[in-house]
């Protein structure tokens, strides 16, 4: 090549590679969040791009995006509310991150991330509540499988208006009535306006009221709608710059009802109400921005709130010992909720209008009764603490009535000199006037002083310990006694009778004809034994177990004395039936004919025996260690139905020594008390759900796992009422583990959730999950020749020939990674080397899919070149060389090496063969000169 052809050559190559390199290495304008396309049309409008040559400014993975390539849009805010659609190739998965622009500097944090699983094409954010008017916000599009092309975003940020009476000055006039007379406002879109807090809280969506005092003590109520959580405050102000504050109310959550009780106030004077939503996290609905407010005087509502609203202010009664009930009437129309616990306790749990009462058990005092009635609350709710601050409890007892009445909260035992608070309220949200009766007893066992009455354990993990029950729950009690008779004044009497009475809600399936429980989980074992009670030879039953507990059903056994408390008079029937004892041995002769005798078959009655103990000794005596019974066993609520009733779930148990119901007649064991577990059955109604076993795919063959699985997109066929309950995921029937993450769970094959399905009631889901494994699949690398020499490239080939060992089900071929261009005729494919192609196969029954890559090396033609001297004197052979470096040769002659000797003219060839298996051919003619020649 001349010097001016390479010159030539060189500027073109130059100009080649410049051209090149601008067309395929740009990166676009925006691939920098400095640099993010501003978006102007927020109603909808799209916008195309394309992101090739796009790069990773930085790593979104903490936001749980996994795309590598990132490019940024930017807008200014005109709403709350943001709705961005991207649409790409099908398979490219596109995602998106919004931030606020302000930190594009620093590392940006997600505001909020759309994701999906699966192989998809185009996704949506849509977030309410998210964005703030007038702020800069960037979002970030990447590719999921950074598949570079061309896409399309749309963004719809809708533009607001503010409430009318957003700002202090534009208050919206309301007039004071008799009675509460409600109006509807919202305060969606609402701004805050100079007050910092409120409550101790950063409003920013308050609105504004004012109205005339026309009392000194006007009521001021506002309820939130479904999610709005209402926080009410009282102000004065004459130039909406300065501010009087009266009081700030916020004891209810979404829904609740917010109550001023205010005083003091001067008639005439104008005051302001400021209202606003506690977080808005909870609202998400626009008629859920909603709430209704009303300014009327005091008194005009169900009934007249006192002054007990507060914990703190709790009305103080005054209960002596031994008098019987001492009742107050009572109001809680007005009044804030009591606490809420977390996790809840159930019928401690005081979330509706709650008023307080304080009562101080004097010094004799041992055990407490309460009780309460209203015309106007159907669900009564009862809760008694001890607390020292109102803001930490010591839980004591609740219960919840039915049907105006609530006579279940009976034998609690109190310390003497110790301060009970009570919070009376309802279940259900009624108020109203009630009466509460409240009653202080002496404690005057003296036989059963250490015994405990417990729930072991319930077949509805969704009830509290304690109950509230539910209607159908199954129950198991256990009753243990430590220790009978060891106080001097118990006179040696022994423990004869056990005997539980049951409230109405437990179903009588429960029980047998005779009243006994059909499920004794744990049955009365015998404690005592019979001594050496004669000198001489040992008596038959001597040192033996001293009797058996059997049950008798009522009226069976006799109380031997008069006892008033109990209502008994001597001989009369004891009207339960319970657990009694029967001494192997005759205590009836050795009572009256001072002979002792192990045959009790003429006596073999409670009637007329001593009860459990090691005879003759007495409970007394030191050297004795206290024995111990235990009984435990199952009862059922009654089903739904009984919701119109009988809702009382309390079990009272009460023992009996011998000398009221043996053979014994002593009085020392009358006074003890019985042991009482007060429960309710709680009668909301449970959401309907369903049970499920969903299938998923393993994310890695051979793994038994699938990743990042989603499990909200099942809770509608969980349960699909509208509007939606709320569900909590957990791997243990205890629940006790909850799933933190319920979009982004890794599932094992088998895994069992549970889900806690919520409407304002509970139920309780089982999700089963079968994780199917994936087809197996099979890499190929296919080694092919060029079938023309030079060409580079073997037309005809065959996928589909490939696909019995590829791998076994419906397989889709495709010539990108992606998985989004597929191969139109794949049984029929021109090749080049390096070509690539990608089989999706998908297992037809589980529709589990997996993808095999299939690699093509085509491999050039060998050209081999034969030398040697072609013209041959006579005599004077020529050796014909085919040239080294091939794996196998075959001349014409049918020899197989890389030379061969020839003497005759003619023409010869010779199929060489590479490493690649691909052959060549060459051929030379040779001739013989005539003898004389030279050369």
């Known amino acids: 090549m001349s010097a001016a052809s390479f010159l030539r050559f060189s500027i073109a190559l130059l100009v080649f590679v410049g051209l090149f390199h601008g067309v395929a290495f740009a990166q676009p304008g925006n691939d920098n969040c400095a640099d993010a396309t501003i978006i102007t049309n927020l109603s909808g409008g799209c916008t195309a791009f394309d992101n090739t040559g796009a790069t990773s400014e930085w790593d979104f993975s903490p936001c749980g995006v ?41 590392t940006p944090v997600c505001l909020a991330v759309a994701d999906q699983n699966g192989n998809y094409g185009s996704i949506s954010m849509n977030e309410t509540a998210l964005l703030t008017s007038g702020t800069n916000y960037i979002f970030a599009v990447l590719s999921n499988n950074d598949v570079e092309a061309s896409y399309t975003v749309c963004v719809t940020n809708p533009l607001v208006t503010p409430p009318p009476n957003d700002d202090c000055p534009d208050a919206i006039t309301l007039t004071q009535t008799t009675t509460c007379s409600t109006s509807n406002f919202s305060s969606e879109f609402g701004t805050d306006f100079l007050l910092a807090e409120s409550c101790g809280l950063g409003p920013d969506d308050d609105v504004w009221f004012e109205f005339t005092a026309t009392t000194t003590n006007p009521v001021i109520e506002v309820t939130g709608g ?17 501010f009087t504050i009266y009081d700030c109310v916020d004891g209810t959550v979404g829904g609740g009802l917010e109550v001023i009780n205010a005083t003091g106030l001067t008639i005439g004077n104008t005051y302001l109400i400021r209202v606003f939503e506690y977080g808005a996290t909870g609202v998400t609905d626009p008629t859920d921005w909603t709430f209704d407010i009303c300014v009327h005087d005091a008194g005009t509502g169900a009934c007249v709130l006192g002054s007990n609203d507060d914990c703190s202010n709790a009305q103080t009664v005054s209960v002596t010992t031994g008098v019987g009930d001492v009742c107050v009437t009572g109001c809680n129309d007005g009044a804030t909720q009591g606490p809420v616990f977390s996790p809840s306790q159930g019928c401690f749990d005081l979330a509706n209008p709650t008023v307080w009462y304080e009562v101080t058990v004097d010094a004799s005092g041992a055990i407490m009764n309460v009780g309460m009635t209203s015309s106007d609350i159907t669900e009564p709710q009862v809760a008694i603490y001890q607390t020292t601050d109102c803001a930490n409890y010591t839980l004591i007892d609740c219960n919840t009535g039915n049907g105006g009445n609530l006579n279940a909260l009976n034998g609690i035992t109190v310390g003497s000199g110790d301060t009970y608070i009570i919070g009376v309220s309802s279940n259900n949200g009624d108020v109203g006037t009630f009466n509460l009766c409240i009653e202080i007893q002496e404690d005057n066992s003296a036989c059963n002083t250490n015994a405990t009455l417990v729930e072991n354990s319930s077949s509805d993990a ?12 199954t129950v198991e009690f256990c009753y243990t006694i430590n220790g009978y008779g060891e106080e001097p004044d118990a006179n040696c009497n022994y423990l004869s009778g056990i005997v539980p009475t049951f409230g109405d809600c437990w179903d009588p399936a429960s029980f047998d004809a005779n009243g006994q429980p059909l499920s004794v989980t744990v049955a009365l074992a015998t404690q005592g034994f019979v001594g050496n009670v004669v000198s001489g030879p040992p008596q038959p039953c001597e040192d033996s177990p001293a009797g058996t507990w059997s049950w008798y059903p009522p009226n069976s056994v006799d109380y031997n004395l008069n006892n008033p408390s109990l209502g008994y008079t001597a001989g009369d029937p004891i009207t339960d039936g319970g657990w009694f004892f ?8 050795a009572e009256n004919n001072g002979v002792f005798d192990c045959d009790n078959s003429d006596h073999n009655t409670p009637d007329e025996s ?51 119901v043996g053979v014994w007649e002593n009085i020392g064991c009358t006074a003890d008390v019985a042991q009482v577990f007060n429960a309710s059955l709680d009668c909301c109604i449970p959401p309907v ?21 989603d499990l909200t997109l099942y809770n509608d066929q969980i349960n699909a009422d509208n509007p939606a309950p709320t569900f909590e995921w957990y791997t243990d029937m205890g629940l006790t583990t909850l799933v933190t993450d319920d979009k982004n769970e890794d599932v094992v094959d ?21 994780v199917n494994p994936l087809p197996t699949v099979t890499d190929q690398t296919i080694d092919l020749c060029e079938d023309v020499l030079g060409g580079g490239s073997v037309a005809g080939e065959s996928l589909t020939a490939l696909e019995a060992s590829i791998g076994t089900g419906s397989i889709m071929w495709y010539s990108d990674p992606a998985l989004t261009t597929t191969v139109t005729t794949p049984g029929n494919i021109t090749v080049l080397d390096g070509d690539t192609y990608y089989a999706e196969v998908t297992n037809t029954t589980t529709g589990c899919v997996d993808v095999a890559t299939v690699i093509y090396n085509v491999n050039p033609l060998p050209t081999p070149v034969i030398t040697g001297d072609l013209t041959i004197c006579p005599g004077d052979p020529s050796i ?16 197989a090496t890389q030379t061969i000797s020839v003497s005759d003219a003619g023409t010869y060839t010779v199929t060489v063969t590479d490493v690649n298996g691909c052959t060549g051919t060459a051929e030379v003619t040779t001739i013989v000169e005539p003898i004389g020649f030279t050369k």
């Open 610 to 660: 001593y009860g459990d103990f090691s005879f003759p000794d007495c409970p007394t005596n030191p050297a004795i260690d206290p024995l111990t019974w235990t009984v435990c066993f199952e009862v059922i609520a009654l089903a739904a139905p009984a919701c119109s009733g009988n809702t009382d779930c309390s079990l009272s148990i009460r023992t009996y020594a011998d000398g009221e």
């Open 66 to 106: 996994e795309g590598a390539i990132d490019y940024f849009f930017e807008f200014t805010a005109q709403g709350p509310n943001v709705t961005i659609d991207v649409t790409g190739p099908a398979s490219s998965r596109p995602e998106i991150v919004i931030f606020e622009a302000s930190t594009c500097a620093t």
């Open 582 to 589: 029967v001494t192997n041995y005759d205590s009836w002769e």
């Open 462 to 473: 969704l009830t509290p310990m304690g109950g509230p029950y539910s209607p159908g729950e």
């Open 750 to 770: 088998g895994a069992v959730y549970y889900v806690v399905v919520t409407d304002g009631c509970s139920a309780l889901a089982t999700v089963t999950f079968t």
């Open 689 to 709: 759900v369903t049970d499920i076993t969903p299938e998923v795919c393993e994310t890695i063959a051979g793994s038994g796992v699938a990743t990042a699985v």
């Open 880 to 895: 014909l060389d085919a040239g080294l470096g091939y794996a196998g040769y075959q001349w014409s002659t049918t020899e």
């Open 226 to 242: 479904t999610g709005y959580d209402a926080v009410v405050e009282l102000l004065e102000s004459s130039d909406c710059s300065s």
